[in-house]
């Protein structure tokens, strides 16, 4: 048994069995051509092959192609803007929390400090920023 | 002393099946994030344009030994096609009455006989050649695929069980040089193969030769695809560095002079199609379950999971190779889009893309009115299809799907087939 058809069935879910099928579309690409042709068809029609120019698909699917990527990169660069943006944002809410709390300035929230921010909602988010942060930057 | 087992499958027996072994997929860094397996597939994105297809080469049934009956012209049938040698090379069948008749002219008895023959399309010059078998065949008959091939220019054919040879000079048939039965012919880089499900045999010494790199008759075993039974739904092929390779067994075997060298495995429910840029295996989701799409790539090796139908059809109970939590299975490079159903899908490569052809089109039967008399004398009209049309739905009848490896929806080509003779692809039950 050779493959199956070429030829799917679009909008036409459901099961048929491999092989059971009268006719078997196929396409062959050569460097510059696509050949299509089929096992059977009905009887008003002639046996043969078609043959198209892979420079008009290959344009077609050139151009969704530059659009799906254009549409990747937009999606990327939103996607990067918004994580800026809460860099920024986070950024600033550290530093009123640091101006809050901080009293000597030294940029970290010592032991005689934490007791008063402790409360603020910041404190945890401070906190785990911390735990994360690479060692050297931890506080002594 | 009996030893304990664990209930289950006995230890000795091994696991069923080969599990498919796919490359875990090195995706892109962007698509590296996304969970493929649990999101819906992404919209294909459409053509704007329908790109209209008007070149259709009618083959000249007119040069056939043996006329098509006008009265049954769908008994054509194509039954296999490769590009081999920089030509399209088809077989065809086709069924036709053969009449006997008396010294006197009276014909004395018919029957329906079946006729073969090949095609060389060239797609520089775009002309045919064809080329019929001289003798006919009686129903059932029953072809394997590549029973004729182009080599060194010549044309070969085992469709009679002998393998002969064409003389486009002489236009005769003549038997081939080598002693080797019918079977499946693989021109792979000016090397001649042939094979069947017992054996694979390559011609040598310009075609008087011949050396045996397979037989699952021989005993001892020489080779280790001896012993592994017969060579049911074989595709040979060369890899990127011209190695012959065989794909067999749900498996990938390297040929290395001398013995056949398990190199990768890949499910499959048929005769995997060979391309260029890769090996296409498909399982039909009935037989093997689930229905995919799998791609053995020539350069690294490695089988990629191209696409796969997770809904399955209820109450299919087919064979599941390595039966694998979901977690851990392998996921395929594209999702299918909701408006495709892979069992019936076929494959092609080109460039390294995926591309899969869907029908797009309306079935209109063409009805003739048939005038008869009954036995009482009064007139009796029926209607009797005699064909069929295949009418463009939105403007076109056929969607060329691309999937491209760097990006995870598919592309839609609207095409539209506008030829006056010929037939839009279709799938036709």
């Known amino acids: 048994m050779v493959a199956p058809p070429m030829c799917g069935i679009e909008s036409k879910p459901g099961f048929t069995i491999p092989g059971t099928v009268a006719n078997r579309p196929w396409m062959q690409f050569t460097t510059n051509l696509l050949l299509c042709g089929q096992d059977a068809v009905p009887p008003n029609y002639k046996p043969g092959i078609w043959v198209a120019a892979l420079d008009s698909i290959a344009s077609e699917v050139n151009v969704l192609k530059q659009i799906q990527a254009h549409i990747r990169q937009q999606e990327k660069a939103k996607v990067e803007q918004i994580e800026k943006e809460s860099q920024t944002r986070d950024q600033q809410a550290r530093q009123a929390f640091l101006k809050k709390y901080d009293r000597n300035h030294n940029g970290h929230i010592d032991a005689d400090e934490e007791d008063d921010a402790r409360d603020d909602p910041y404190y945890i988010k401070y906190r785990l920023a911390e735990i994360h942060a690479p060692k050297e930057a931890r506080p002594k | ?429």
């Open chain 2, 1 to 429: 002393m009996s030893e304990n087992f664990l209930p289950g499958r006995p230890p000795w027996l091994g696991q069923p099946g080969t599990p498919p072994q796919f490359a875990p997929h090195h995706f892109p860094p962007d698509r590296a994030a996304e969970p493929i397996a649990e999101t819906p597939a992404p919209e294909p994105l459409v053509s704007s344009n329908v790109v209209t297809l008007k070149n259709f080469y009618p083959l000249p049934i007119d040069e056939l030994p043996v006329e098509l009956p006008v009265d049954k012209p769908d008994s054509f049938k194509f039954t296999d096609h490769q590009l081999v040698e920089g030509k399209l090379l088809v077989d065809f069948r086709y069924n036709a009455w053969v009449y006997s008749f008396d010294k006197n002219g009276n014909r004395q008895s018919s029957a329906a006989k079946v006729f073969v023959g090949m095609a060389m399309f060239d797609p520089e010059s775009k002309l045919w050649t064809v080329v019929a078998l001289p003798e006919s065949f009686t129903e059932p008959v029953s072809f394997s695929s590549r029973q004729s091939v182009l080599w060194r220019g010549d044309l070969y054919s085992s469709h009679t069980g002998k393998i002969r040879k064409y003389d486009f000079t002489k236009k005769i048939w003549e038997l081939a040089g080598f002693s080797v039965e019918g079977g499946s012919f693989y021109n792979l880089n000016g090397r001649l193969f042939i094979a069947d499900y017992n054996s694979i045999q390559e011609i040598t010494e310009n075609g008087r030769g011949t050396k045996l790199l397979a037989s699952i008759q021989r005993q001892p075993p020489v080779t280790s695809l001896d012993s592994q039974g017969a060579l049911m739904h074989l595709a040979l092929f060369v890899d990127a560095q011209k190695n012959l390779c065989a794909a067999v067994h749900n498996k990938i075997f390297r040929w290395d002079g001398n013995d056949w060298h398990e190199i990768s495995s890949a499910a499959t429910s048929f005769t995997p199609e060979v391309f260029e840029a890769g090996v296409i295996f498909l399982t039909d989701g009935f037989n093997v379950r689930p229905a995919r799409i799998s791609r053995f790539e020539m350069q690294s090796n490695l089988v990629e999971l191209w696409l796969s139908q997770t809904d399955q059809v209820p109450g299919r109970r087919g064979y599941e190779p390595g039966r694998v939590d979901a977690n851990t299975a392998p996921k395929p490079l594209w999702k299918l889009p909701s408006e495709l159903s892979l069992p019936n899908f076929s494959a092609a490569v080109w460039q390294s893309d995926l591309y899969l052809m869907a029908d797009h089109s309306e079935k209109q039967d063409i009805v003739a009115e048939e005038r008869g008399t009954r036995p009482d004398g009064t007139l009796e009209i029926s209607h009797v299809v005699t064909g069929a049309k295949f009418i463009s739905k939105d403007g076109y009848n056929t969607s060329l799907f691309c999937f491209s490896q760097d990006l995870p929806a598919a592309h839609k080509v609207r095409l539209n087939f506008e030829g006056g003779d010929g037939c839009p692809p279709h799938v036709w039950h």
